[in-house]
């Protein structure tokens, strides 16, 4: 077998060891709440994954573990080890009696693991706790990526770690060494952590939860609020607690969760006027507020909601939700089918927008939007001055920097990518015979990660359509570049033979 071959074979070995160690948490919370039969689904899932990985390893020589990784090698080892990992996740979920299909496990796997937050289960309100942890694991594990989990805790020592690091979306080196930047990752959401369980417990407390329902359900939301996950452990999402208290503490963190890890780190590090400077704050603000003025007019126009409270408490919670590529919802998800469609074309746009790069959210990212603007501005100062006169652009992102080409094509190319998914997955979901603005919505939904629905996504939908949205979600939570590497060594592979 060729070296390449072995590489990436040992290293997505290596993620799935992580992803079984994880499988620990769920099958202890089962066993705590005496859910025999849940916590045996977790034991039958631990042990495939163990064998996967360790059967894997049999199969790799001591030169794959020496050898340096080179940039295709990283993206292709996150790329086969998502698949892999979206199969071995979803073996409890099946065995848990909760799903129609296998394939409609596998599709809350990676709409957890994507932190999107579409979901298939059934019977949601009924689901026993070691699969509520496991559904909600799965997403705090997403925002944060696997690889970074597997940098953290399973490996030693990586020669071009940084490039497994990239492979999962994430592009910003915290510290020069790309371990230290992914124990970094964990310790601020570790912090966050305890920190919003802790608030989230005591809201609960106050709107007459129970504590141990009340620790739980906080411990839950927030990983899918900090994640911009959406997942809840009632079918109702948000709605179900009927608080103000509770949907404002939700802002609040997936807000925060939806900031660019570099940004958490260079606050915590006393520099707090970057918030202020920062493109991608910035850049998310502005958007932010201009669509929620497309939003509430388009919720003025259908009289659903008759007062400007209820205008702006439904509108811009979802428009925030969208924007910050959550997916928390305070309304059903046929009370959308109420709106107007300039609302709805609102939401579309701010959930494609998405929020921060190197964050736990999904979309464009505010970062490209920003750059995007600045090249705009570029061009017309061009136009207005002299034929000979050199025109220089600066933005701020954690420093300043000169706006180069690199910086507008990568940025252009990746939202053209973006919208390409989209128009597809859209075009999809209308040939299935759903509506176009429906249709729209949840292609918005899943290219961005975001988990709001307008209730296409459904245990009835095509299973040829399940199947479009895992991969729309897949590639979008990876960015495009590592599935792309992934079909290009394939490929080139072939090619070769």
């Known amino acids: 077998m060729k070296l390449d071959f072995q590489v990436i074979i040992y290293y997505t070995a290596r993620i799935l060891m992580g992803l079984a160690a994880l499988m620990v948490i769920p099958l202890i919370t089962a066993l705590f709440f005496q859910e025999w039969n849940i916590a045996l689904d977790f034991l039958i899932g631990i042990f495939l994954s163990l064998i996967t990985a360790y059967t894997l390893t049999l199969i790799t020589s001591s ?3 020496k050898s340096k990784l080179s940039w295709v090698d990283g993206l292709v080892a996150v790329t086969v080890a998502w698949l892999l990992g979206m199969i071995l996740a979803a073996v409890p979920y099946y065995l848990s009696g909760f799903y129609g299909s296998f394939l409609d496990a596998t599709f809350d796997v990676m709409s957890g693991l994507t932190t999107t937050g579409l979901v298939l289960i059934q019977d949601l309100d009924h ?11 799965l997403s705090f594990l997403g925002g944060q990526g696997m690889v970074v989990l597997a940098l953290t805790f399973l490996f030693r020592d990586i020669s071009g770690a940084f490039k497994l690091y990239v492979g999962e979306a994430k592009d910003e080196q915290l510290l020069p060494n790309a371990k230290n930047t992914a124990r970094v990752i964990w310790f601020i959401s570790i912090i966050y952590l305890l920190i919003g369980t802790f608030i989230f417990w005591v809201a609960g407390l106050y709107i007459g939860l129970s504590p141990l329902r009340s620790f739980f359900h906080g411990l839950w939301v927030f990983m899918a609020a900090w994640s911009t996950g959406g997942f809840a452990p009632q079918s109702q999402n948000i709605l179900y607690y009927h608080s103000t208290l509770y949907e404002l503490v939700t802002v609040l963190f997936f807000t925060v969760g939806s900031f660019n890890f570099a940004l958490h780190y260079t606050i915590w590090r006393a520099n707090r006027r970057e918030i202020f400077r920062n493109l991608e704050v910035i850049s998310f603000f502005i958007t932010v507020n201009l669509l929620f003025s497309f939003t509430a007019g388009g919720l003025a126009q259908s009289d659903v909601y008759t007062s400007f409270w209820d205008i702006f408490r439904k509108g811009y919670y979802h ?8 997916g928390f919802m305070t309304v059903y998800a046929s009370q959308f089918q109420g709106w107007s469609d300039l609302a709805l ?3 579309i746009i701010s959930m494609l927008f998405g929020a921060s790069a190197c964050s736990t959210a999904g979309g464009f990212k505010a970062l490209r939007i920003g750059i995007i603007w600045h090249t705009l501005i570029r061009e017309v100062k ?3 001055n002299p034929e000979r006169a050199v025109v220089t652009e600066k933005f701020h992102h954690l420093r300043d920097v000169i706006l180069e080409e690199r910086h507008m094509r990568s940025a252009l190319l990746v939202v053209i990518l973006y919208i ?4 597809i997955t859209t075009v999809a979901s209308v040939a299935s015979g759903y509506p176009l603005i429906h249709s729209m919505f949840e292609a918005a939904s899943a290219t961005g990660n975001v988990g709001l629905s307008i209730g296409v996504v459904a245990p009835s939908m095509p299973g040829l359509l399940k199947v479009l949205y895992i991969l729309v979600m897949w590639v979008g939570r990876l960015e495009f570049m590592a599935v792309l590497a992934g ?3 394939i490929i080139e592979t072939l090619r070769r033979k």
């Not at 689901?127 to 694991?137: C, K, T």
């Not at 428009?319 to 959550?326: A, K």
């Not at 390409?420 to 128009?423: N, V």
Request: proline share 3%; charged share 10%; aromatic share 14%.
């Open 382 to 384: 061009r136009v207005i």
């Open 420 to 423: 390409t998914t989209f128009t």
């Open 127 to 137: 689901v026993p706790y070691g699969i509520n942890m496991w559904r909600h694991l």
């Open 319 to 326: 428009l925030i939700s969208g924007h910050t590529t959550t």
């Open 345 to 347: 074309l609102g939401l």
């Open 487 to 489: 079909v290009a060594f």
């Open 63 to 65: 030169e794959a573990y």
